[in-house]
C-alpha cells in the first residue's frame, strides 16, 4: 500500500519562498511516491485576526500557488480545512487529550503571543487541531519546515496517547524536515526566520514577487562581514541563507556554489547577481501559472473534488474515534 502524506499551508498572505522551500516543493516531489493529501489549513488562519474578504482571496491564491508549483491534482488531494467539519471535531477530542502544559510549551504560541495585549483562545489550542489534521488520515509522513517539528512531536505523543487509552486507532507519523532549506531566514535579519506576517516586504521573497522586485529584495538583503563567499552558517549567517537558497534552487550542493564562486575571484555583489539570476529563474514560471490559474474556474473544480475525497477518508475514522471514547452513536430515525 502507498504511504499516506499530509501537510498544510495557511491561507494567511503571501507564500514566500521559505514556505517553497521548506514544504511546497516536498509536495510536488512527494505526488509521485505516496498518496498525498495537500490542505489550505483556513481554519489555522483564523487564530490570529484576519480580514473576512481578504482571507477568501488567500484562500484562492494559495489554492493556485499550489497548483502552480506543480502539484496536480489527479496525482494529489487538495483540499480546504473547512470543507470537511471532521477536522475541528477530531479537534475536541484532541483537545481532551492534550494536557494545558504541554500547550504552554510550544514556542509557536510562546512566539506568537508575545507582546500581545489580547490572544484568542484558539491560538493556544492551535497544536490540538493541527494534530487533528494529521491524525485523520492515517498520515505516515508529514512534510514541513523546521517551525513546525515540536508540533509533530506533540502530534506523536496525542497519537500515542490515545492507541495506549483506547486501543489502536492511529498512525504515529514522521516529520520530514529537508535538511537544508528547512529552515530559511529573513532577507534582513539571518537569526530570524523568513515569514510572510513580517511587517517588512524586504525581509521576504513571496512567489508573486516579479523579477524586478525580486532583484530588489536581494540587492537590499543584509550580508556578512569580509567578502570571501563561505558556506559558513555560523559565522556567516546572511551569506549562508542566501547560498542556501541558491543551491536549492540551482539543483548543486551548497558547498560547491560557494567554492565556484571563490575560485573566480568573486565577491558579494557578483554573488547576488547570479543568485537573482537563479531566483528569477525558478520563481518567474511560477508567478505566470499563478496568474493564469487564478483566472480559471478550474480551481473550485479542484477543491470540491479534494474535498469529497478527503471527507471519505475522515468522517470513517472520526466515526470509529467517537466509538472508542464512548460517544454514543446517532440512531437513525
Ligand atoms: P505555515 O503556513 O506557517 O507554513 C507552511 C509550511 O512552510 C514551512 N515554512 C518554512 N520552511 C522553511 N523556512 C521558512 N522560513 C519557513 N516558513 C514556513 C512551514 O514549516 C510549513 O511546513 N502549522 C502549520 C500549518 C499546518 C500543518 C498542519 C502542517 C496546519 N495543520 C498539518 C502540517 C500538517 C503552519 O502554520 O504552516
Redesign the pocket.
Known amino acids: 500500500m502507498a504511504s499516506r502524506v ?7 498572505g503571501v ?10 516543493r516536498q509536495f510536488v516531489a512527494l505526488q509521485d511516491q505516496a498518496d498525498c493529501l495537500y ?1 489550505l ?1 483556513d481554519l ?2 483564523l487564530t490570529v485576526p484576519q480580514d473576512p474578504a481578504a482571507l477568501t482571496a488567500q484562500t484562492r491564491q494559495l489554492a493556485a500557488v499550489f497548483l502552480a508549483v506543480g502539484l496536480d491534482p489527479a496525482r494529489a488531494t487538495l483540499f480546504v ?1 473547512s470543507h470537511v467539519p471532521a477536522h475541528t471535531q477530531l479537534a475536541w477530542i484532541m483537545e481532551s487529550l492534550v494536557h494545558f502544559g504541554e500547550l504552554e510549551r510550544m514556542t ?1 504560541f510562546k512566539d506568537k503571543a508575545a507582546g500581545k495585549a489580547v490572544v484568542s483562545a484558539s491560538l493556544f489550542t ?2 490540538a ?3 487533528a ?2 491524525l485523520l488520515y492515517r ?1 505516515d509522513l ?7 517539528k515540536q ?2 512531536e506533540l ?1 506523536r505523543d496525542l497519537a500515542q496517547r490515545f492507541n495506549s487509552r483506547f486501543g489502536e486507532t492511529f498512525t504515529v507519523p514522521e516529520p520530514l ?2 535538511k537544508l ?6 532577507l534582513d535579519d539571518p537569526t530570524r ?4 506576517s513580517s511587517a517588512n516586504p524586504y525581509s ?1 521573497i513571496a512567489l508573486s514577487d516579479d523579477p524586478d522586485l525580486i532583484a530588489a529584495k536581494i540587492r537590499r538583503a543584509v550580508t556578512d562581514s569580509g567578502r570571501e563567499i563561505l558556506y559558513d552558517p555560523e559565522h556567516k549567517p546572511a551569506l549562508s541563507n542566501l547560498l542556501t537558497i541558491y543551491a536549492l534552487l540551482a539543483e548543486e550542493p551548497v558547498e560547491e556554489v560557494a567554492a565556484r564562486f571563490r575560485a573566480r575571484g568573486a565577491g558579494y555583489g557578483v554573488f547576488k547577481q547570479e543568485l537573482t539570476d537563479v531566483v528569477v529563474a525558478a520563481l518567474d514560471p511560477v508567478r505566470r501559472r499563478y496568474l493564469d490559474i487564478l483566472e480559471g474556474a478550474e480551481l473550485d473544480r479542484v477543491l470540491a473534488a479534494g474535498a469529497a475525497r478527503a471527507r471519505s477518508l475522515a468522517e470513517p475514522m472520526l466515526a470509529r474515534v467517537y466509538e472508542r471514547v464512548g460517544l454514543v452513536p446517532p440512531v437513525a430515525g
Open positions: 499530509f501537510s498544510g499551508v495557511q491561507p494567511s507564500v514566500t519562498l521559505g514556505n517553497y522551500l521548506g514544504a511546497l490542505c489549513v489555522h488562519a480545512q509557536q492551535y497544536p487541531l493541527m494534530a489534521d494529521i498520515t508529514v512534510p514541513v519546515g523546521e517551525d513546525q508540533h509533530l502530534t524536515i529537508p532549506g528547512g529552515r530559511i531566514m529573513a526566520k523568513m515569514s510572510k521576504y
